[in-house]
């Protein structure tokens, strides 16, 4: 295709919290900075930015990127601001990579950040305006209604039971301890996910990521530059995305259909033929605990309505055959909506160079996905990384 | 080293409650006034007109032989004009729904209020798999089940206004 190969050659993030003192520009200048730093170049070395953030009602800040442009060291450089509901945060390195792979660009720093918590009462009321103006908005729905209404779905259909689903929350909340940057890492049991606070039958408290503050960074680089850089680059081997249609009453919530669009797309750019065998960890996007099994099923990294078993039989752990969100997923480090999805990716990067630390998944994997969804449960975005 | 533990350290400084009352972080806050008129268009806005009658009106498309709802005047999978309207029944089927706790502000329900119980209907004479959202009630939540026949409980002619809320929720037949 003419295209130049990327790779990943440095990261950065700060802490998830539910409220942070800095703001979103300072948020940004922290992952940014230490993006650098991870990989010793300064600003002169980067020759574009791409920024990735939210809906701008959280903020309530009107342009957003423009907004961040400081913070994400863009200033007089070229940079674009991208967003695709919560699938920004792996969509934004997507982005980047076009710009290097394009040969526009040899490097590209990618920032994506969110400040959620200066919306009130509580940042979901934002989200009431995704839903279609006159057929819905007039019925006040929120997002929580529709993913428990499409959990539902998915149980319904493959005959999938809450107390199957919950292990997801056990799984990767016990993951996040390990991490440094965690929001809500703990120990619990499906006990205490099934009688936590009903949120929205089935979803109960402890079925949903939280509200958070929070940013990422990570590094592009051409490949003859990222072997100036580091003597461990991880390359972006193939990109995926798509958007379903916003009637989403008009699809069956059942499977994720965009998602396997997008995960075919980069599957075939990365010659990946059979991505159970050949995928050997796994970041898929855990906003509410059914989704990391939905997105599993989207991803083909099993059958549908598959994807408990390999929960229950424990291949999804850190130590089984395909480790699933080891990071701790969004359940467990937190979710501020674009720099979650982008702790997916530096997830896959640090595991595919071996500094996981006590994150490391053994036998030394090669080849990692990393997924995030977003807009009306409707657009998928997938990076497959190798090392 | 890792690099994330190396980094993180001094990064986002976590607030509290007791940070606010005890005034070591200021805040300004903003509550723009504005209000949005949205026009309902061609397809919504026949809809809107029928649902003033208490008719559910939906568009077919000859290509893929859809019949859409809500309707629209391209059909998204054949990028066409859709081609006629088609009057579907005001009864349907629970395709999923939801027992919720929390109103669109994420605030909990006062005690005593009923559970609000979204759903996607299926509704008769539209294509299979042609769910709208809507509301469920007069029916106990936990009787509600993916599959349950549903009519529309309309408002008075009189105090319709072309509104989806013209049909006040949907239950159980």
Known sequence: ?387 | MEITARLIEKTATPLSHKDFVQGKVFTVDCEPDLRYAWDDGVAIGRYLKELKQGRIMARRCRECDRIMLPPRMFCERCWRITDEWVQVEDTGTVNTFAISHVDWTAGRIHKGQRFYTPAVIEIDGASAGMGILHLLDEVAPEKIFVGMRVKAVWRPEAERVGAITDIKYFKPV
Request: glycine residues 10%; proline residues 6%; contains cysteine.
């Open chain 1, 1 to 387: 295709m003419g295209l130049r190969r990327v790779a990943i050659v440095g990261a950065g993030m700060t802490k998830f919290v539910r409220r942070a003192l800095e703001t979103p520009k300072e948020l940004t200048y922290e992952a940014s900075r230490m993006a650098l730093d991870s990989c010793e170049l300064s600003l002169k070395d980067i020759d574009t930015v791409t920024i990735g953030t939210g809906p701008d009602a959280f903020d309530g800040v009107h342009m957003n990127g423009e907004f961040l442009n400081d913070g994400a060291g863009a200033y007089r450089k070229p940079v674009m601001r991208n967003y695709v509901g919560g699938g920004t945060g792996v969509f934004a390195p997507i982005h980047g990579w076009f710009h290097v792979a394009s040969g526009l660009f040899d490097t590209c720093l990618v920032v994506a950040e969110e400040k959620m918590s200066s919306c009130h009462p509580h940042p979901a009321g934002a989200f009431l305006t995704i839903f279609d103006h006159t057929t819905e908005q007039p019925l006040y729905p929120t997002l929580i209604w529709i993913f428990a209404m499409e959990m539902r779905r998915y149980m319904h259909t493959y005959g999938i039971t809450k107390d199957d689903i919950a292990l997801v929350a056990v799984k990767n909340k016990k993951n996040a301890l390990d991490h440094p940057a965690a929001q809500i890492a703990q120990e619990i049991t499906v006990e205490d996910v099934l009688n936590s606070e009903v949120l929205a039958s089935p979803v109960h408290r402890l079925d949903i990521s939280p509200t958070s503050d929070g940013a990422v960074a990570v590094v592009l680089a051409a490949e003859h530059v990222a072997r100036r850089i580091t003597d461990k680059p991880v390359w972006i081997d193939g990109v995926g995305y798509a958007l379903d249609t916003a009637y989403w009453g008009t699809r069956d919530l059942c499977y994720p259909e965009y998602l396997e669009v997008a995960a075919r797309q980069a599957y075939e750019m990365a010659g990946i033929r059979e991505p159970h065998k050949e995928i050997h960890i796994a970041e898929p996007y855990d906003p509410f605990t059914y989704k990391e099994l939905h997105h599993m099923e989207g991803l083909m990294l099993c059958g549908k309505g598959e994807a408990p078993k390999l929960l229950a039989d424990g291949v999804t752990q850190r130590d089984g055959n395909l480790p699933v969100c080891p990071s701790g997923g969004l359940l467990g480090v937190g979710n501020p909506i674009a720099a979650a999805g982008l702790m997916k990716v530096v997830e896959i990067f640090l595991q595919l160079r071996g500094e996981a630390g006590k994150r490391q998944v053994p036998g030394r994997p090669t080849t990692g996905v990393a997924q995030a969804w977003g807009d009306l449960m409707q657009v998928g975005s997938v990076i497959v990384m190798r090392n």
